[in-house]
């Protein structure tokens, strides 16, 4: 039963992806600054703006290569 109960999450109440630097601090990233899921700690060495952490995608954002491809337009007709 209790793993019906853990499949009824949300999303939004994930737990947040380790550190980019994890080997180093152990903690979880608390928010994405220079393009990297850092904790707050780490967040301190790095230059940016701190932006808030995304929520994983459930579905791939493009179905096939191509589609990906052709959106950023990097196709050779």
């Known amino acids: 039963m209790s793993a019906t ?6 999303n939004h109440q ?4 380790p550190c980019f630097f994890w080997k180093l ?4 990233a608390a928010m994405e600054k220079s393009g990297r899921a850092v904790c707050r700690r780490c967040a301190g060495s790095l230059r940016g703006i701190e932006y808030p ?3 994983p995608s459930t579905q ?6 191509r589609a990906a491809a052709e959106a950023m337009d990097m196709l050779d007709d």
Request: hydrophobic residues 40%.
């Open 53 to 55: 952490l995304r929520h």
């Open 14 to 17: 994930e737990i947040p992806p």
């Open 5 to 10: 109960v853990a499949l009824d999450v949300p």
């Open 25 to 28: 601090c152990l903690q979880r």
């Open 60 to 65: 791939p954002l493009y179905l096939t290569g």
